[in-house]
């Protein structure tokens, strides 16, 4: 999911009048809200079914670490969801927006590639050892945590494709310019590391190259549409924290 602000292009948005401004509205409240808000909502859906269902096979008097085991892991993934659902219902209109085509597609392929990685579990290429697996469900914890962290700050800024409405640093943001990105990262790499199935080990490599692309555009023109986004860029780091 897109992080934050931008323009199109190398103009802001344009204020239409009449008919034009009316389809602009229509075209908002379906691209920009609805279809957003409904394609998360659906995989919430799915996930809240999958959580509910963990919680009930969970045995009397569980501990925390049969919880971090199941539930909490999907628990957070479900407020990963659930939250864009809100945001989306109830953003403003933006400012400006890159309305390229290749920015557009960028934004959609790298939402939707995540859910390739673990939405087909077969085959399976080769049993990991015990020590990967086990590291995978914090590894999981911590990069869901820090997306809902990420969400919690980011609010009605969040976008799919680039749009500008306001610059999020504080935070996670005060330490790296994309922890959205760096979270759905770590949760591809658990993902793949727990169940290296064949599409999710083909899937890793250009998803993360499609994740790049997506911030190297946002970068480029959140320069343009903030005049302190270049002090923001020197005091941070891109996807690590201090280092890279």
Not at 12 to 35: D, I, K, M, Y
Request: hydrophobic content about 50%.
């Amino acid at each position: 999911m897109a992080e934050r602000a931008l323009d199109r292009g190398r103009h802001p948005v344009p204020h239409a009048t009449g008919v034009h401004q009316r389809l602009e509205e229509v075209r908002f409240l379906v691209f920009g809200r609805s279809l957003p808000a409904v394609l998360f909502g659906v995989l919430g859906f799915r996930v809240l079914l999958n959580f509910l269902s963990q919680v009930r096979g969970l045995p009397p008097h569980a501990n925390l670490v049969a919880l971090a085991a199941g539930p909490l892991p999907t628990g957070l993934y479900f407020l990963f969801c659930a939250i864009p659902v809100g945001i989306y219902l109830t953003r403003p209109r933006p400012t400006a927006r890159d309305g390229r085509l290749v920015a557009r597609a960028a934004g959609m392929v790298g939402t939707t590639m995540l859910l390739v990685v673990g939405a087909f579990p077969e085959p399976v290429l080769f049993t990991p050892p015990a020590a990967l697996r086990d590291a995978a469900t914090p590894l999981t914890i911590v990069a869901f945590s820090v997306a809902v962290t990420s969400l919690l700050y980011l609010r009605r800024s969040l976008s799919i494709i680039p749009e500008a409405r306001r610059l999020v640093t504080g935070g996670p943001y005060g330490l790296i310019r994309h922890p959205l990105y760096a979270a759905e990262v770590l949760v591809a790499f658990a993902i793949t590391i727990s169940r290296p199935a064949l599409w999710a080990v083909l899937a890793i490599i250009p998803f993360i190259g499609v994740l790049l692309v997506r911030a190297s555009f946002e970068e480029r023109l959140l320069g343009r549409a903030f005049p302190g986004y270049r002090a923001y860029v020197a005091r941070t780091k891109r996807l690590i924290p201090l280092v890279w």
